[in-house]
């Protein structure tokens, strides 16, 4: 366990870069563990999904398009969706609900908050409140392919709110986001499942925004676990084509 955690946080840290091979005796030698829990992390890795298996065998850092990003928040809305839909239709104890909004006022304290320490508050509560609605749903099938999904840069529920505390724009849907979890402890109360799973589907895709505005000040990103491993559109590049288009319609 101790090697999976270290090489993950590694890993989303851009200590490797995309497309590196994991090499074993250098990673023993830094990890400070034998082959045999290293192989096993590898593994576990590169069923995450942050490794690729090489066809000769081995692993190297899997890069990310926008495309894999958005796919996997996607995803995550869907499994999420059915997670709170089951909850809602399964129904959802006193204990729980009571839980949930214990968070939910939490949250609502510090929301409108603009300070760093707020918001590292506010990404503690989130996760925790996200975690009670999977736990609700009471599927640990479902539970174990969440997993998955939210161990991917940029999927969790969570990836984006540290970016809200420096970007105005972003700090906008945290406001959304924060109704969303309102909508959906209202929803479980009530037990109507259809509209549980259309708001958490919704609210998953807030992710999608926020890395729309998080590609616009990659001074932000870059500070933000996993990075290093997607890949962006070279923005030298983009103002070439975009200048290139320009003199072309002039011309015409």
Do not use: C, W
């Amino acid at each position: 366990m101790r090697a999976l955690l270290r090489l993950r946080e590694l890993l989303l840290s851009g200590e490797f870069a995309a497309g590196t091979r994991m090499s074993e005796l250098p990673l023993v030698e830094r990890l400070g563990v034998s082959r045999t829990p290293l192989r096993l992390a590898l593994t576990k890795l590169e069923h995450e999904g942050l490794l690729e298996l090489l066809p000769g065998g081995g692993y190297a850092v899997r890069e990310f398009t926008r495309a894999d990003i958005d796919d996997a928040i996607e995803l995550r809305g869907v499994l999420e969706g059915t997670a709170v839909r089951f909850a809602a239709e399964r129904g959802v104890s006193r204990k729980q609900l009571s839980a949930m909004r214990a968070l939910g006022e939490q949250m609502e304290e510090v929301v409108h908050e603009a300070d760093y320490d707020s918001v590292v508050r506010y990404v503690d509560l989130n996760e925790r409140f996200h975690s009670l609605l999977l736990k609700a749903a009471a599927s640990p099938v479902l539970e174990r392919t969440l997993e998955g999904i939210v161990s991917l840069p940029f999927a969790s529920p969570s990836a984006f709110v540290l970016a809200q505390a420096e970007l105005p724009e972003s700090r906008e849907v945290l406001l959304v986001a924060q109704s969303h979890h309102r909508a959906l402890m209202e929803a479980l109360e009530r037990r109507e499942g259809a509209r549980a799973e259309s708001v958490a589907r919704e609210h998953a895709r807030l992710a999608s925004q926020n890395l729309e505005i998080v590609l616009r000040h990659r001074e932000v990103l870059e500070q933000m676990p996993g990075a290093s491993l997607i890949r962006l559109p070279d923005r030298r590049a983009d103002g070439e084509e975009a200048g290139e288009g320009r003199a072309s319609a002039e011309a015409t």
